[in-house]
């Protein structure tokens, strides 16, 4: 898979997260991906770029332009050196939240984008990829 263009944000707060938003709507936008699809992966990296600041502190997002030949599309890697997740398969599942909030973040990105992967090991961190095709 050839990639084209690469952003990297690194996240420590509110304004971070903001920054990662702005970035892949700019991106998205340039692509030539719809309003409706912008706004799935901007919904989706603020939940990624969120739940780094909020569960490990700090961490980083990682766009890019992709093209696997037939098809062009972005891919987001989510990374951070924090706590890890206990359980993913409990993570996964909608409703669950250690954070008070409305359990939506990591079941609700995997419905917004089109490929969804995760690996997290305990104390040394979490990385999230995702992939949006263009249609």
Not at 25 to 39: A, C, E, P, Y
Not at 81 to 97: E, H, N, R
Not at 112 to 120: A, N, R, T, V, W
């Given at each position: 898979?050839?990639?084209?263009?690469?952003?990297?944000?690194?996240?420590?707060?509110?304004?971070?997260?903001v920054?990662?938003?702005?970035?892949?709507?700019?991106?998205?936008?340039?692509?030539?991906?719809?309003?409706?699809?912008?706004?799935?992966?901007?919904?989706?990296?603020?939940?990624?770029?969120?739940?780094?600041?909020?569960?490990?502190?700090?961490?980083?997002?990682?766009?890019?332009?992709?093209?696997?030949?037939?098809?062009?599309?972005?891919?987001?890697?989510?990374?951070?050196?924090?706590?890890?997740?206990?359980?993913?398969?409990?993570?996964?599942?909608?409703?669950?939240?250690t954070?008070?909030?409305?359990?939506?973040?990591?079941?609700?990105?995997k419905?917004?984008?089109?490929?969804?992967?995760?690996?997290?090991?305990?104390?040394?961190g979490?990385q999230?990829?995702?992939?949006?095709?263009?249609?």
């Open positions: 898979m050839e990639s084209m263009q690469e952003i990297n944000v690194y996240l420590k707060n509110d304004f971070d997260i920054a990662a938003r702005q970035a892949v709507r700019n991106v998205s936008k340039s692509m030539g991906f719809g309003l409706v699809d912008q706004t799935r992966i901007t919904t989706a990296i603020s939940e990624l770029a969120r739940n780094i600041v909020l569960y490990a502190g700090e961490g980083s997002i990682y766009l890019r332009v992709i093209n696997n030949g037939l098809r062009k599309g972005i891919e987001i890697l989510a990374s951070d050196d924090g706590p890890g997740i206990v359980d993913i398969k409990l993570a996964m599942q909608d409703g669950y939240t954070s008070r909030g409305l359990g939506t973040g990591l079941p609700g990105t419905r917004l984008m089109d490929e969804f992967s995760i690996k997290s090991s305990l104390g040394e979490t999230v990829i995702v992939r949006k095709w263009l249609r």
